[in-house]
């Protein structure tokens, strides 16, 4: 069955170092997403992307963060000054035309 | 704003049936969504209502009024295996790949 895949799985960083997190979604899906979890807390919505743009983005989604697809199978998201509050599991999510999304296994960024 | 409340903890036994309810204050809604999600693993998808009444898939089942704006889950013949935080999410807005809106989850605990 195919699998929303992402890398890498752990991703430690200093505080404002920029970190890339890297997605392979679902192939023949349309839609994609990405969303953060912080230890203990509610999974948030962040952005999601469609036909090489943005559809829609939270608050959360400030100037920091940016995302691209910059091939036919990699979706990334990008923080550019990570903070210590950054800290947490984000997880990408793909949907075809119909409504389920899909996730990932999740990077869990650590910022120190 | 977007609320979506469930209960913070569930225990239950092996074999029994046990109910997880979600009630939802939204902005819109386009759609509810249940998900399985074990401990350090991504959200697994369960069921999706969108029309008033029952779905049911296996040992699950999840049910929406839509103009009460409740739903809930129903797992029968529980596994120890079931012992996870089960998420409620509702689609508020009317658009394919937009946000999923998240409860806290419930953590179901299974005994034997």
């Known amino acids: 069955e195919p699998e929303v895949t992402q890398t890498p799985s752990h991703q430690v960083t200093q505080m404002g170092q920029e970190v890339i997190l890297r997605c392979v979604p679902i192939?023949?899906?349309?839609?994609f997403y990405w969303y953060r979890q912080i230890l203990g807390q509610k999974v948030e919505f962040l952005v999601s992307?469609?036909?090489?743009?943005?559809?829609?983005k939270s608050e959360i989604f400030d100037d920091q963060f940016s995302v691209e697809r910059p091939d036919g199978s990699n979706f990334t998201l990008k923080i550019r000054s990570t903070k210590l509050e950054d800290s947490a599991m984000y997880f990408c999510?793909?949907?075809?035309?119909?409504?389920?999304?899909?996730f990932g296994p999740g990077t869990r960024l650590t910022v120190l | 704003g977007q609320n979506i409340d469930q209960p913070t903890e569930m225990t239950a036994t092996e074999g029994a049936i046990v109910q997880i309810n979600c009630t939802y204050q939204?902005?819109?809604?386009?759609?509810l969504f249940w998900y399985q999600q074990h401990a350090g693993e991504a959200p697994t998808f369960l069921s999706y209502?969108?029309?008033?009444g029952l779905e049911e898939k296996g040992r699950f089942s999840s049910f929406l009024s839509r103009s009460k704006g409740y739903s809930y889950l129903l797992l029968k013949e529980l596994q120890m295996k079931d012992s996870a935080s089960y998420l409620c999410?509702?689609?508020?807005?009317?658009?394919?790949?937009?946000?999923?809106?998240f409860g806290k989850g419930t953590t179901l605990s299974v005994s034997s």
């Open positions: 999510a793909s949907s075809p035309f119909t409504d389920t999304q899909y």
């Open positions: 192939s023949n899906h349309l839609y």
């Open positions: 992307f469609y036909n090489n743009e943005i559809s829609e």
């Open positions: 939204t902005s819109g809604f386009n759609g």
């Open positions: 209502n969108v029309l008033d």
């Open positions: 999410a509702v689609r508020p807005h009317n658009q394919a790949g937009t946000a999923l809106i």
